[in-house]
Nanobody, 117 residues
Framework: VQLVESGGGLVQAGGSLRLSCFIS????????MGWYRQGPGINQRDLVA?????????TYADSVKGRFTLSRDNAKNIFYLEMNNLKPEDTAVYYC??????????WGQGTQVTVST
């Protein structure tokens, strides 16, 4: 299983970006997908959005609710993070993550998002 991210970049405050995460070698027992971010100088990855397959709608961190949207394209094995009204505090390296049965998981390589004032 390998995750390949794309879509990061530099944007002004108030702008938008869409991150993509392509799943290569889709696990048969995939049960969740999500996005995390690691801010500058911070030594941890914080959950941004997550979706449990077969469950309810995606859930979001309070700081991004109403601005970010997690979606998926099953036919293409890709899921997305649409980010609108970006703020400087959204600057971080963003990582996609999936999980499957028996505690399997994989991470993307990370993509930098920088929001300028």
């Amino acid at each position: 299983v390998q995750l390949v991210e794309s879509g990061g970049g530099l944007v002004q405050a108030g702008g938008s970006l869409r991150l993509s995460c392509f799943i290569s070698g889709m696990p048969a027992s995939l049960n969740r997908m999500g996005w995390y971010r690691q801010g500058p100088g911070i030594n941890q990855r914080d959950l941004v959005a997550t979706l449990t397959l077969g469950g309810s709608a995606p859930t979001y961190a309070d700081s991004v609710k109403g601005r970010f949207t997690l979606s998926r394209d099953n036919a293409k094995n890709i899921f997305y993070l649409e980010m609108n009204n970006l703020k400087p505090e959204d600057t971080a390296v963003y990582y996609c993550n999936i999980g499957w049965a028996l505690r399997g998981q994989a991470w993307g390589q990370g993509t930098q998002v920088t929001v300028s004032t």
